[in-house]
């Protein structure tokens, strides 16, 4: 995943995929601000899934409120928010309960 107008610092440490759903009704920020050389801020819409790369120490600021105040109402480490990802040759090998079900016959030519 690319991050082109802030791309993560370099480091020794391999980055993570992270996702973070706003699950309230109001508009949130999600902020990044504990890593050196790097500031990531995005807005999040209610119901909105934000999808993005981070370093496994960073931490996820949710702040919240009305119009012209913002309150901090949580902070989550990026390693909580972690995707899992399987690699594509896993995903190749296990085709999907769909793709099974397709390849099967007819129940009524089996019987």
Known sequence: ???ILDPIPNSIETPVLCCYV????QIQIARITNLPN???ERV???GQRLVFEALPEAL?????GMMASAILSDTIPCQRLRVNQE???T???NPSVQEKA????PIAAAV
């Open 1 to 3: 995943m690319s991050q």
């Open 22 to 25: 706003n699950a309230t009704s």
């Open 60 to 64: 996820l600021e949710i702040h919240s």
């Open 38 to 40: 790097w500031y990531f």
């Open 44 to 46: 999040v819409f209610p």
């Open 102 to 105: 397709t390849n099967q016959e």
């Open 87 to 89: 690699p594509e040759e």
């Open 91 to 93: 995903q190749e090998a």
